[in-house]
């Protein structure tokens, strides 16, 4: 029986190993260093404790953890050629891959609610998303991934692993670890395809329903400044979720495409789209410049974007 596996990295790779160790170093930390200067902005500024912000906390946590899945094994491949990973440790990469994108894609879907209650009514939205409805829905995001993970990593693990112990991959994914399988795979494969590709359908189409309603109430507002608030609000969130339903499209949609595409759009997935959040949140948001400057000791800016 297999008690290791043998992450054999990224195909096609053979002599540039340094350039691409120095390029994704540089982008894990930057990843660490963006989130944690959001959550440290948000939790000192008060005028930031507010449900959008609340959210945008949940989402920084979960770059961090899903950056840090699979990066430092594949800097440690890369670098030092350091391929083992333990039976527990290909466990924990499948269980945390699936924990935390589900999670992500699920907060993509409450934080559309949020700004569909924002800019569709205004007057209620305190009362509609309250601190109590808030907690639930975060935790909701949580639990219901932790419960999708914990499914399909037991069926991918009670499969007998006894033959070839070597993962054609950069780390443990379902798909790359079930091809060594000695068993039928019949039933995590299908599994697999339903909840993989059900998940983030749904969200999807509950997000497409937030914003066409969002769009319906912004045509419908007087003025010009009014629309132009409500419509700067939205482009943080509609940009970070094109970048992470984008790539799963491609992948899931363009079978013949996914054996090329599959390892660059998911290591730009792992690596890329954590890194470019925070980013793309603190360029499009006063507020969060704000908190920052005032963070680094410089001057607090407190204008509203709201």
Not at 8 to 31: K, N
Not at 163 to 177: A, L, M, R, T, W
Not at 203 to 208: A, E, G, N, R, S
Not at 240 to 258: E, H, K, M
Request: aromatic share 12%; net charge neutral.
């Amino acid at each position: 029986m297999v008690t290791e596996f043998i992450l054999l990295g990224i195909p096609h790779t053979e002599g540039q190993e340094t350039v691409l160790f120095a390029v994704f170093l540089i982008f894990y930390l930057c990843t660490l260093l963006g989130n944690l200067l959001i959550l440290l902005a948000v939790i000192s500024d008060y005028h930031l404790h507010t449900p959008m912000y609340f959210f945008l906390c949940n989402l920084s946590v979960l770059d961090i953890g899903f950056s840090s899945v699979s990066t430092p094994k594949m800097l440690a491949n890369l670098l030092v050629r350091s391929r083992v990973i333990s039976l527990g440790g290909c466990m924990s990469q499948v269980f945390f891959y699936h924990f935390l994108g589900s999670t992500e894609c699920l907060l993509y879907t409450v934080m559309a609610y949020d700004r569909f209650a924002a800019i569709c009514h205004p007057l209620r939205y305190t009362i509609i998303m309250n601190w109590q409805v808030c907690a639930l829905l975060a935790a909701g995001t949580w639990f219901t991934s932790s419960f999708h993970a914990t499914i399909l990593t037991t069926l991918t693990f009670q499969l007998p692993y006894c033959g070839s112990n070597e993962v054609d991959y950069f780390f443990c994914d379902i798909f790359p670890i079930v091809k060594l399988a000695c068993g039928n795979t019949l039933i995590i494969e299908t599994v697999s395809f339903t909840n993989i590709g059900l998940v983030p359908m749904t969200c999807f189409l509950l997000i497409l329903a937030s914003y066409i309603r969002i769009v319906i109430a912004i045509l419908k507002m007087s003025s010009a400044e009014g629309r132009r608030k409500a419509a700067s609000t939205c482009v943080s969130h509609l940009s970070v979720v094109t970048l992470f339903f984008g790539p799963c499209a491609l992948i899931y949609t363009q079978p013949s495409l996914s054996e090329v595409l599959v390892t660059p759009v998911q290591i730009f997935g792992n690596v890329v789209t954590p890194m470019l959040n925070p980013t793309i949140y603190t360029l499009r948001n006063k507020d969060v410049k704000g908190a920052l400057k005032k963070l680094l000791g410089g001057q607090s800016v407190s204008e509203g974007s709201h």
